[in-house]
């Protein structure tokens, strides 16, 4: 039986470990991948904490997954051996609840989390389901294109779902993984953009990637400076930090909305007159089109900015990544493909 490298993690809060396991036999609907490279996401986090639905240990996590095709399972039509594909979040849908027997498969009830409800792409091999696959283009190396599968599907996403459009002021939470995307859609899609973060460093970084304006949380009171300039008609959280979250519903339009789109575990503070006073609203976004993401990056020049680690090295990519102190997206190069 053939042997693969993966990092695992065998009980919550355990550390990860490299370990030698099977490589896995892809089932009907689904397709082996020779991973070539794998973002590390905040949400991998969740393997490490344990709560989430149907988590099983030990897990290998990872959902910002790109590969080629080395087998396909019996029934895995549409696919072909050596094309490269990427999978996100979404490892798959149930076909059988509500939404899915409406057709709306992206708002299944019981779907599955690549890397969480099975094993993710820190590992030189992962099966994943056909039907959630998306090809790469081939102007994007594997390393570019893994970060824009997760973090590049979701901010975009709540970017083209939230009430924004050209010339509209909004506002970009936290310059990190997310953040930097985030940005730069933003700045493509036509919206004065402005920046919260910390420090001198991150102003010239989001200058860089094209902000508008740069509010300095260290220095001034981040609502007060966005009401300064008639408030923000959306703002996007992506800083884990939801006393920040809570105080910036001030420094929201009349209209407005406050997007978050990070994870944060503690709960928010926020003022129910700040929300009807100026007719606000509070609301969260996961997920997005991974394919409309690719193809919009390609279109507009958008690249995530990445830091490469070995498969080795997970652990250390993780834990820059868990103390903000990658720039701005850690991805594990795990082969070399015909793309880079
Ligand atoms: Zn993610
Ligand atoms: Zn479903």
């Not at 010239?204 to 408030?231: C, H, P, S, Y």
């Not at 420094?251 to 997007?259: F, K, S, V």
């Not at 007719?279 to 690249?303: E, M, Q, Y």
Request: charge should be neutral; charged fraction near 20%.
């Amino acid at each position: 039986m053939p042997f693969m490298k993966a990092i695992q993690v065998s009980a919550p809060g355990a550390d990860f470990e490299l370990v030698q396991k099977e490589i896995p036999e892809p089932k009907e609907h689904e397709v082996l991948l020779k991973v070539e490279a794998c973002g590390v996401c905040h949400g991998d986090a969740i393997v490490k904490q344990g709560h989430y639905p149907g988590l099983q240990y030990p897990r290998t996590p990872g959902h910002e997954v790109v590969g080629t095709i080395a087998k396909l399972g019996s029934e895995s039509h549409y696919w072909n051996v050596g094309q490269r594909v990427g999978v996100g979040w979404r490892g798959g849908h149930c076909h059988n609840c509500r939404s899915c027997l409406r057709g709306e498969f992206w708002a299944c009830e019981s779907p599955l989390a690549t890397g969480i409800s099975t094993d993710g792409g820190y590992a030189e091999y992962m099966v994943a389901r056909m039907e959630v696959l998306t090809l790469i283009p081939d102007a994007l190396s594997s390393v570019e294109a893994a970060p824009l599968l997760c973090a590049g599907a979701t901010t975009l996403g709540a970017l083209k779902n939230s009430s924004a459009k050209g010339g509209d002021l909004i506002a970009i939470h936290g310059l990190g993984g997310l953040g930097h995307l985030a940005l730069q859609f933003a700045v493509r899609l036509g919206l004065k953009t402005a920046v919260i973060s910390r420090d001198k460093e991150k102003e010239a970084l989001a200058r860089m990637l094209g902000a508008q304006i740069f509010i300095d949380a260290n220095k001034v009171n981040a609502a007060e400076e966005l009401t300064k300039l008639g408030g923000a008609r959306v703002i996007f959280c992506t800083a884990p930090n939801s006393k920040a979250i809570g105080e910036l519903v001030g420094g929201l339009a009349r209209n407005g909305q406050l997007i978050i789109i990070t994870f944060v575990n503690e709960p928010m503070q926020i003022s129910p007159v700040q929300l009807m006073r100026g007719v606000r609203s509070v609301s969260g976004w996961i997920g997005g089109n991974a394919a409309d993401t690719l193809n919009f990056s390609v279109l507009t020049h958008v690249l995530p900015m990445v830091e490469v680690f070995p498969l080795e090295q997970a652990a250390v990519a993780f834990d820059r990544m868990m103390n903000a102190k990658v720039h701005f997206r850690a991805v594990l190069k795990i082969s070399e493909g015909q793309h880079e």
